[in-house]
C-alpha cells in the first residue's frame, strides 16, 4: 500500500529555517505529483508547495521566496526547504500525494516558530 512518513520538524526561532523530508513507499514514485499542505490550529489544510514528476514547481503565495519544494526519485523522496521561518509558518506539515482517484496523506510533522 502506498506509504507518506514525514520527518524534519522541529522548533526553531523566527528567522531560522528547517527542511522536511517525505519518504514514499508502495508507488512508482517517479510518475507523480507530490505536495507539501499545512494545517494551522482553526484553519483549513492549505496547499504550501507542488512539483510534478518533470519537476514543475508551484508555491503559496505566503512562501514564495522562502521555501523551495524538490525530489529526489532514486530515494523516493520529496523534501522541503523552509527558510526565513515566521510564526505564522506554524503549522502541522503534511506530504501528498493522488494516484488514479485515490489520495493519501502522510501523519505529518510539526513545525513551531517561536523565539
Known amino acids: 500500500q502506498v506509504q507518506l512518513v514525514e520527518s524534519g520538524g522541529g522548533l526553531v526561532q523566527p528567522g531560522g529555517s528547517l527542511r522536511l523530508s517525505c519518504a514514499a513507499s508502495g508507488i512508482i514514485f517517479n510518475i507523480y505529483t507530490m505536495g507539501w499542505y499545512r494545517q494551522a490550529p482553526g484553519k483549513q489544510r492549505e496547499l504550501v508547495a507542488g512539483i510534478t514528476s518533470g519537476g514543475t514547481t508551484n508555491y503559496a503565495d505566503s512562501v514564495k521566496g522562502r521555501f523551495t519544494i524538490s525530489r529526489d526519485n532514486a530515494k523516493n523522496t520529496v523534501y522541503l526547504q523552509m527558510n526565513s521561518l515566521k510564526p505564522e509558518d506554524t503549522a502541522v506539515y503534511y506530504c501528498?500525494?493522488?494516484?488514479?482517484?485515490?489520495?493519501?496523506w502522510g501523519q505529518g510533522t510539526q513545525v513551531t516558530v517561536s523565539s
Open positions: 501528498n500525494t493522488q494516484v488514479i482517484l485515490n489520495v493519501y
